[in-house]
């Protein structure tokens, strides 16, 4: 406040600080930092690490998580939450062997999956707006409804046998090493970068998880924003669902358990405020690198996945514990 | 049987608080007598409510001492506050929904029975002897959420007196209650009185000051004003003290040329909130709404944008009708509101003043959907500066700047959508002298150029400085519409608390 | 009158008509035995959705229950390999205590370091998954390595009802004594109910969230040690996603997401309602399979006409308007 009251004069400059000196010192420079130091101590751990095709087939640790990231990373923003997108997978996948057990062809499969994933979303969307009730309790509920019906479709079945052509979205490769789930991140990773910070909807994003009262004032209809974040947190999901299920060749209600943390974890480390109203596209691709480059590297030194997921479960709390704690001892001082 | 006594119980000397941006307490004065009721007097942010925190021990003060039968004390916590026998009913009612009266009554001091336990039968017996006391007929043990509000604050005026007090503190005790409750309560005020106690009295009601109160005070700008006893002066003298106000505060209002009709409204109804509200408002107009403070003015404006639905009644925008759902279609009409509450729905504090001025403006600075970045800080360069908003630059967030630059920044965002009419709610409360004067200034220059304004305002100087017009509000209804001459601070007074007016409601 | 007596009474009345029709079609169902039963294989929920209650009333949750549940299991089953000899109330104390301290790194973290519950308890919920998996080795412990005394407590039959289920109803009476007449029951009810107001009289929110979550995690552990013995089997997963019915039994039994509503009535109706469907499921020869899907629509029915009760109403400034009127 000091610094406004001594500005005289009227003309106020845009910015003081640079963009240069701010991205700096974000928190997306210190998650890159994180991220090469993994990579570091990966490369000399193992000897295995440092392979075009090993590296290559890390990035499915996290591409589909992080398709859904990058959505859940906006409904976040916006203050809601969507725990039901491990179960949309389920839905998605289990819908789209339904499709493939009638004998239609990848076109139809992928369209199918794609619409139910956007569906689920409009339920959770429509829940929460619609009847203004919590998303955490809406979509802890749907969490089960959507898992629950892959369970009533197919008990402890399985679908198998989609066409070799559905193969392409989680087996296929565009160039030497580049899969094409890499790819679709890549693309995914833009469009969200884009809408989230080049945009007027990014803009209210932003500013409906900041104050929502405040922006319902200013004329934004909250709701619609929102309903729309769910929509796209479906239709994410319903994507994640198609590569998981084409990487996999195969439909189990189980599928993609767990998966919502593994998500809801990626964005909070991307530097997303849980509570809502920050955080950037940026954070959420570094965050995804991050957690890809951490187990891939415990996978090579043989460490078991439930023992990496205490890494996780640390990782998340850590990172919002750190700088809270950093800053009581500050005080403190 | 009065005891008298000339040493207070309770004294507040040369007392002071500050709080970001303003001096809400400036060395103010204040004795409470055993046996005496004290009415503390005074216009809405003259630092009522703030002495009523002092001396419960919510807010410590900067300066000056609280005296307790003349020795000095420190309230640190409510609990303190308690234990030195101040209890007080406060104006905002904190009390409990989901537990039942007994339990509002006796919550952190309940009586334990076997085993440490709460018992709850003993509990209910003693509420019920409390509540009884003050003739009450409310069961101690229905749930709160059960009871509508005026016996809500009955018993939160049984919570004040369950604990041993000898100060009770009444902040505006009637102003839910029916004629019926009020009687009782004056007779609980003449049996606390009997009782010794000392009472500290705030109301906005003339009438019933004169009728209950031994002593007065009066409060103005967070300032003392003057003290006595209450058969020593007139309801005339008394709103002149409240009201006078220093010489050296100026007007900058400009005669405009008022034009045509802009905004007309017809039958405004709402279930709780307000009532056949009819008015209109010309251009170049300052329409001021005067009224207490729940009169239902802010509930109305925000009909007005969309915010609520009124059930009946029709608004013309320029002769035509037009049905406003939501803000949205609030800006799309030129219907525009700056809000009384600035951090929670006039500005979104965290976010950088260029964003916030260009909010409800995106269409106008991105092309296709697009962020454009140098239309943006060009547009809220041009109004913050016609403002002359004070900030080390565009992209610092709202919530560093001070109350007056925040409230700068807020108009700036309303008058970028270019609107016909602009509504500001209480617009320089809580904001700095030359904050307030900027504003000011630029409310006048707005209505000079054609531009509507409705101003909300509990300031009495403020009203009666900057209107054209002025619409009194009293418990949701009109109570009256005042013009040139009879647009004095008694008139407004007097229509805001019903004085002289006799049972309009009843 | 009281919109929340009403509501007990409604779901009361639906888990009897729920009895009610599947015992036209299998008298056996409601036969005393198979209630007791019914009520044994609720037990669990019932344990966990009481201190779930709690946490949920202070506006926090917790998703580690389950997984706080396993952990304290696999000690104890651990314990109990180490020294078969144990007493079993020791076995019992040490269940509390290990269940207590996990609940209060959920607190301390949600108290101190002010981070939202359900991050706190969605990564410690992980990090008390890999725990078990580092203590046991990813190993399983069997019915054999368990001392009979150990397995044989929670299924020991008193007056027709095991032990388990007793268990269950004492703790339904502590917890409504401790909910309705102690000091922190009621600041429970406040803290969620009215921060603001909590603060006015001088009740401490972030600690009263503390013990919430303590209670909360004593509870578990004490479930723990239940269904290690009951089932006679230890390991990783065991009650995975077992949080999200004890969510779901809360929000059924009328606990508002919001806080500073519920009753622990309410609690056990939500609990009973879903043991009943879930033990009815087999008997009308449904796939146990619709279990998850009923749970999940449960849960959002309950939250619907949950909010539809509490909807806010305007501010009452018209005289007329008043109801004393």
Redesign the interface.
């Known amino acids: 406040m000091s610094l406004t009251d001594t500005v005289q004069g009227r003309h106020i400059p845009d910015q003081l600080r640079s963009t240069l000196d701010r991205r700096l010192k974000s928190w997306e420079s210190l998650l890159l930092l994180v991220a090469i130091g993994i990579f570091v101590v990966n490369s000399f751990a193992s000897p295995y690490f440092l392979n075009a095709w090993n590296l290559s087939d890390a990035t499915f640790n996290f591409t589909e998580k992080a398709m859904i990231a990058f959505a859940m990373a906006l409904l976040i923003i916006s203050g809601e939450i969507d725990l039901s997108v491990a179960s949309i997978i389920a839905l998605v996948s289990t819908a789209m062997g339904l499709v493939m057990e009638a004998g239609l062809g990848t076109p139809v499969i992928v369209l199918t999956g794609l619409l139910t994933g956007l569906v689920c979303g409009a339920f959770n969307g429509l829940l929460v707006t619609r009847l203004g009730l919590p998303s955490i309790v809406v979509t802890i509920g749907t969490m089960s409804l959507f898992r629950g019906i892959s369970y009533i479709i197919l008990g402890d079945g399985a679908f198998r046998g989609y066409p070799a052509d559905f193969a392409w979205f989680g087996q296929g490769y565009v160039f030497w090493v580049i899969s094409v789930e890499l790819v679709i991140f890549a693309i995914l990773a833009v469009i969200y970068g884009v809408i989230l910070h080049k945009t007027n909807f990014g803009r209210m994003v932003y500013a409906v998880g900041n104050n929502p009262t405040g922006a319902l004032f200013s004329g934004i209809r909250v709701e619609r924003v929102k309903l729309t974040l769910f929509l796209l947190t479906g239709l994410m999901s319903g994507l994640a669902a198609v590569c998981l299920t084409s990487r996999l060749g195969s439909t189990r209600p189980s599928i993609a358990t767990g998966m919502e943390l593994e998500v809801v974890t990626m964005v909070v480390l991307g530097g997303v405020n849980i509570l809502g109203g920050s955080g950037s596209i940026p954070g959420v691709v570094i965050a995804a690198f991050v957690m890809g480059l951490v187990t891939f590297g415990l996978g090579l030194l043989n460490v078991p996945g439930i023992v990496m997921s205490i890494f996780i479960g640390l990782l998340l709390i850590g990172v919002i514990a750190l700088p809270r704690l950093w800053a009581m001892s500050r005080k403190g001082r | 049987m009065n005891i008298q006594t000339d040493a207070p119980v309770l004294a507040l000397d040369g007392i002071i608080k500050t709080f970001?941006g303003v001096r809400a307490l400036d060395q103010v004065n204040l004795s409470l007598y055993a046996g005496e009721v004290t009415s503390l007097v005074g216009e809405n942010g003259a630092g009522k409510s703030t002495v009523v925190k002092i001396l419960t021990g919510?807010y410590q003060p900067d300066g000056g001492s609280i005296l307790l039968d003349g020795k000095p004390v420190v309230f640190a916590?409510?609990?303190d506050a308690a234990r030195g026998g101040v209890t007080a009913i406060?104006q905002e009612t904190?009390?409990?929904?989901?537990?039942s009266v007994a339990?509002n009554i006796f919550?952190?001091h309940?009586p334990r029975g076997m085993f440490?336990?709460?018992d709850?039968a003993e509990m209910r017996r003693k509420a019920g002897e409390i509540l009884g006391g003050i003739g009450a007929a409310i069961d101690p043990g229905v749930?709160l959420k059960?009871l509508?509000?005026?016996?809500r604050h009955l018993v939160a005026i049984a919570r004040a007196l369950s604990v041993e007090a000898r100060v009770v503190i009444m902040d505006e005790p009637t102003a839910a209650l029916?004629q019926k409750e009020i009687e009782e309560l004056y007779a609980l005020v003449a049996t606390l009185k009997e009782q010794g106690k000392a009472i500290l009295f705030i109301s906005h009601k003339f009438d019933e000051i004169f009728r209950i109160s031994d002593r007065y005070t009066v409060f103005r700008d967070g300032q003392f004003v003057g003290a006595g006893r209450i058969d020593e002066i007139s309801e005339g003298e008394l709103v002149q003290m409240m009201v006078g106000r220093a010489v050296d505060q100026i007007f900058p209002k400009r005669a405009a040329v008022i034009g045509e009709e802009v905004l007309k409204v017809v039958g405004y109804s709402?279930?709780?909130?307000?009532?056949d509200i009819s008015f209109t408002l010309r251009r170049g107009e300052i329409l001021g709404f005067y009224g207490l403070v729940?009169?239902?003015r802010s509930?109305l404006m925000q009909s007005l944008?969309g915010?609520?639905r009124p059930a009946k009644g029709v608004s013309r925008i320029e002769g035509k009708i037009t049905v406003i759902r939501?803000?949205?279609d609030?800006?799309d009409a030129g219907i525009v509101?700056v809000?009384e509450d600035r951090g929670?729905?006039?500005?979104?504090?965290?976010?950088p003043i260029?964003?916030n001025v260009t909010?409800?403006s995106?269409?106008r600075t991105?092309r296709r959907?697009?962020?454009r970045l140098a239309e943006e800080?060009a547009l809220a360069?041009e109004y913050?500066?016609r403002l002359?908003?004070?900030?080390?630059?565009?992209?610092?967030p709202v919530g560093?700047?001070?109350g007056g630059?925040q409230q700068k920044v807020v108009i700036a965002?309303w008058l970028a959508t270019k609107p016909r009419v602009i509504i500001l709610d209480e617009p320089t409360k809580g904001i700095d002298i030359g904050s307030k004067a900027a504003v000011h200034d630029f409310m006048s220059e707005l209505a000079s150029q054609g531009l509507s304004v409705i101003m909300v305002s509990s300031e009495i100087p403020e009203i009666l400085g900057m209107s054209d017009r002025v619409i009194v509000m009293r418990?949701?209804?009109i109570a009256a519409e005042l013009e040139g001459a009879d647009m004095t601070p008694e008139t407004l007074v007097r229509h805001a608390a019903g004085i002289g007016v006799s049972g309009a409601?009843? | 009158m009281s919109a929340l007596k009403s509501r007990d009474t409604l779901l009361f009345g639906a888990i009897l008509l729920l009895l009610a029709l599947i015992s036209t079609r299998f008298p056996g169902f409601a036969a005393p035995s198979n209630l007791a039963s019914v009520l044994t294989d609720t037990s669990p929920l019932i344990v966990l959705a009481l201190g779930q209650m709690v946490v949920i009333l202070t506006r926090c949750i917790d998703l580690s229950v389950a997984a706080n549940l396993a952990l304290t299991g696999m000690v104890c089953a651990m314990l109990n390999v180490a020294m078969p000899d144990l007493p079993m109330p020791v076995v019992i104390l040490v269940a509390l205590v290990c269940g207590a301290c996990l609940g209060a790194v959920n607190g301390l973290l949600v108290w101190k370091l002010d981070i939202p519950p359900i991050v706190v308890t969605l990564g410690t919920m992980t990090i008390f998954r890999g725990i078990i998996f580092l203590l046991s080795d990813g190993q399983w412990i069997n019915a054999h390595e368990m001392s009979p005394a150990f397995t044989g407590l929670p299924r020991t039959v008193i007056l027709g009802l095991p032990i388990l289920g007793w268990i269950a109803l004492l703790m339904v009476a502590v917890m409504a004594v401790v909910m309705s007449r102690t000091p922190l029951g009621r600041a429970f009810y406040a803290v969620g109910g009215n921060p603001r107001a909590a603060v006015y009289t001088g009740l401490d929110v972030g600690r009263t969230q503390f013990l919430a979550f303590v209670i909360s995690g004593t509870l578990a552990g004490l479930t723990g040690y239940l269904w290690i013995a009951r089932y006679a089997v230890a390991y990783v997963d065991i009650a995975g996603g077992f949080e999200l019915d004890v969510v779901a039994a809360c929000v059924i039994g009328g606990i508002s997401i919001a806080g500073g509503v519920g009753t622990v009535v309410g609690t056990l109706l939500g609990a009973l309602f879903l043991g009943v469907v879930k033990n009815a499921l087999p008997v009308v020869d449904i796939s146990p399979f619709w279990q998850l899907a009923i749970s999940g629509a449960a849960i959002i029915i309950a939250v619907t006409l949950n909010a539809r009760a509490g909807r806010a109403k305007g501010r009452v400034i018209l005289k007329s308007a008043e109801v004393t009127r």
């Not at chain 2, 509508?148 to 016996?151: N, T």
């Not at chain 2, 929670?344 to 976010?351: E, F, T, Y």
């Not at chain 2, 908003?389 to 610092?396: G, I, K, M, V, W």
């Open positions: 970001p919510i916590t409510s609990q406060h904190v009390l409990f929904d989901e537990l339990e919550i952190g309940a440490g336990l709460i709850h749930k059960d509508g509000i005026a016996s029916s709402h279930p709780t909130e307000f009532e729940g009169a239902g509930e944008i915010i609520t939501s803000p949205a609030a800006i509101y809000p929670r729905q006039g500005a979104i504090i965290d976010m260029f964003q909010l409800p995106l269409s991105s959907g697009f962020i800080f360069r913050t500066e002359d908003l004070r900030a080390a630059s565009l992209d610092t560093s700047l001070s630059n965002k418990e949701g209804r409601a009843a």
